[in-house]
Structures are given as structure tokens and as C-alpha cells.
């Protein structure tokens, strides 16, 4: 019988690229929609090769596909992968984490800038009919006075690092992979968790979901920063208590965030973040260029062509 392949859910215009990867093998191909689990499991029964988005892929899909078959996850992270159950089951896993760093770096620039600028908050005012920079504006340091803060610096924090480094920013990071020795050569000063939190005018998140950082920035967090602070997150909406935010919004404990991720995607209409003031949201935008769509997809290709032809993913996903 020909191998099978299933991409089980995407966001792209089509999916010409895997399926021309699968055909060239010899191999079946079908693409989907799937929206819940259900779905999934009824899309992949006995598929040797699954790309997949957005849906959810737990025990019963891992059960549902071939012994030994190639899960290939369409971007950076893969928390929608129950990875314990598809390790029981014998499959292997692989990511693209490297599609999009360019894209992520210039979105959380352009988000941090904005907020130390003021900008949201500058173009409501003059759309409201005021004309009053300062009273909008301040406080407003000038950036040489401004400790940047990163919460994780990976890969894509390194890049925005980089973008950054000719404002005059003073650089610190909470990063437990990290040395002070290793922050001093990268030009970041390496705090822990609580300093950084007391210390920065602005802190990007750059870190994966995990069970110590999920749920991390809650109300506990946000009294310990400072009133003046800002918090953007491309990284993943786990790592925000998304209710305890809004209450720091309302309640002036931080003065405003960009999002781009969320716990739950889409943003539910009754989400108290629809209404929180000096917040910037974006949906899930932060990877897109044309390019990085058009490099994800050619990626995936040479993953399903590779595990078609018994080789293990480009990129596994870490152990």
C-alpha cells in the first residue's frame, strides 16, 4: 500500500507544496480542516506522515496513525502536541523553529518601541481632538536612560537584542541557561527573575512554555514591576495570567502591553483584554512576512520528503 500523508489543518492560500513532496514518493496525500481533536483523530488514522498547525494532536491521535510515523509541527513551538503520548506511541516529532526569527524580531521591536514612544496612546489622544504631548506622553524616559528587559534570550531574543543595540538601551536578561559570563559577551547583564521584574522600564518574553514559567506573569508579578513598565510577549500566551493583566491595566499596576499570542486563539469576544487600556493586540501576526510563509511551507515539504524516505525530521523536537 503507498504511504500516507495528512496535513491536518493549516492557514496557508494551499497546501501545493507538501502535497507535491508527498506525490513525488509515491505516496497518498489529503489536507484538512480539523478544528478539535475528533477531527484529528479521524483525519490521521493509519497516516505514516501528519503536518499539523493549529489542531489539537493528544493520546488518541497518536494512537490513531501508523507505529513509527513522522509528526512535523508547522512552527516555532508545539504545545498543541501532547509529546509524552506521541513519544509512548513511538513517533517522531520535528518543529521548525528557524522560519520566522527574523519576522518575530522585527514585530517585538516595533511593538517595544511603540510602547516606550507612546504611540497608542499618543494617537488616541489627537484622534480624540487633544493636542497635549506631554500630559499622554509622560512619563517618557529618553532610551539611554532605559533598562530593556528579556525574559528568556534565545534565539529570536538575540535578535531583537541585535536590532536594538544602537538605541542606547541598558540590557538585562532572566535566563537560566545563561552565565554572566556568557550575558556579558552578548552585551546583556544576567538577573534573575525578581530583579528583572523590579528593574526594567520593558520586558519581552522569548521563553517556552514550561512548568515553571506558564502563568508566570500574574498578579504577583505585575505589583513587583513598575508602574511606568511594559510587557510585550511574541513568545507563547501561556506565559500570561491574561486575567490578572487586564486587572493590572485597569487598575495602573504596569502601564500597557503588546500581545501577539494568547492562551486561548482566537481572542474570545468577552476576553477582559478587549477592553483593558494601553494594550496593543495583534493576532498571531508576528511570524508572517511572504517569505517566512513561503519558507515554513518549503520546510515542512523537505520534512515530509525526508521522513517518506525513513529519514528523522530536519529538526527534531528536544527531548
Known sequence: MSARV???DFTFPDVKREQAAARQAGADFESFQCRNEADVVKAVADADVVAIQFAPFGPAAASAVKPGATLIRYGVGYDNIDLAAARKAGLKVGYVPDYCVD????????????????LPVLDASVRKGEWAAVRYAKPLKPFADTVFGFFGIGQIGRAVLQRLAGFGFHFIAADPGLTPEQGEAIGVEIVNADQLLARADIITLHAPATDQTSGFFNTHAFERMQSHAFLVNTARGQLINEADLAAALNSGVIAGAALDVFQNEPLAPESPLRSAPGLVLT???????ATAMDRLQGLVAQDISRALQAKPPRRPVPE
Open 103 to 118: 519576522e518575530v524580531a522585527d514585530h517585538t521591536v516595533a511593538a517595544a518601541l511603540a510602547l516606550l514612544r507612546k
Open 283 to 289: 493576532p498571531h501576526a508576528a511570524w508572517y512576512s
Open 6 to 8: 495528512v496535513v491536518t
